[in-house]
């Protein structure tokens, strides 16, 4: 029987910057596909059509009032602000560390202050709109999606080869 991999400790680094002891939470951009409903002739049921990726979203939140981030707010470029999550994931049966590292390129979109209260935290909470995202497990890159340079590659396949060359890009 194997158990599962926590995680055990991460850190959140702003356009280098790091935020140990000032991140506290961090929503992992979900990965998902923009799907459409076909059916043709003679097909008894429709499938789906598989027609790109949907866009990708950083959720974070901090501790108290985060200066560097609010300068950052605004950006006219979509790949402005540099994100870099790292995790240490611990297996409870092994021992064994993944070393979990999530790098994201974007602007922020949201920024929520939260509530004022003398004496008790505060926290900034801030989402990312991405045109970057790249997963890499143990030093080994799974996902890379760049929207602006047509780069879609998962566990080393470059799944926009074809395309590419189609348009002359290649």
Same mark, same amino acid.
């Given at each position: 029987? =194997?158990?599962?991999?926590?995680? +055990? &400790?991460? &850190?959140?680094? &702003? ?8 991140? #506290? ?9 923009? @799907?459409? %409903?076909? /059916?043709?002739?003679? @097909? !008894?049921? !429709?499938?789906?059509? %598989?027609?790109?990726? #949907? +866009? ?6 901090? @501790?108290?009032?985060?200066?560097? =981030?609010?300068? /950052? ?6 790949? =402005? &602000? ?27 979109? #949201? ?9 008790? *935290?505060?926290?900034? *909470? ?30 080393? +396949?470059?799944? @926009?080869?074809?395309?590419? *060359? ?5």
């Amino acid at each position: 029987m =194997a158990l599962p991999s926590i995680l +055990k &400790n991460f &850190n959140l680094y &702003n356009d280098g910057n790091s935020l140990m002891g000032v991140a #506290e939470e961090v929503s992992l951009p979900k990965l998902s596909r923009k @799907m459409e %409903d076909f /059916q043709g002739a003679g @097909m !008894p049921m !429709p499938v789906e059509i %598989d027609i790109s990726n #949907e +866009k990708i979203e950083l959720d974070w939140t901090c @501790m108290g009032f985060l200066f560097d =981030a609010v300068k /950052q707010y605004g950006a006219a470029k979509t790949n =402005a &602000n540099l994100l870099r999550f790292a995790g240490a994931y611990q297996r409870e049966d092994t021992e064994d560390v993944t070393a979990i590292e999530i790098v994201v390129r974007g602007r922020h979109k #949201e920024m929520d202050f939260g509530n004022a209260k003398i004496g008790e *935290k505060s926290t900034t *909470k801030i989402k990312t709109t991405c045109s970057y995202y790249k997963l890499t497990v143990d030093g080994k890159v799974l996902i890379e999606i760049d929207a602006l340079a047509m780069i879609f590659t998962v566990d080393g +396949k470059d799944m @926009m080869d074809k395309q590419r *060359k189609a348009i002359g890009l290649a």
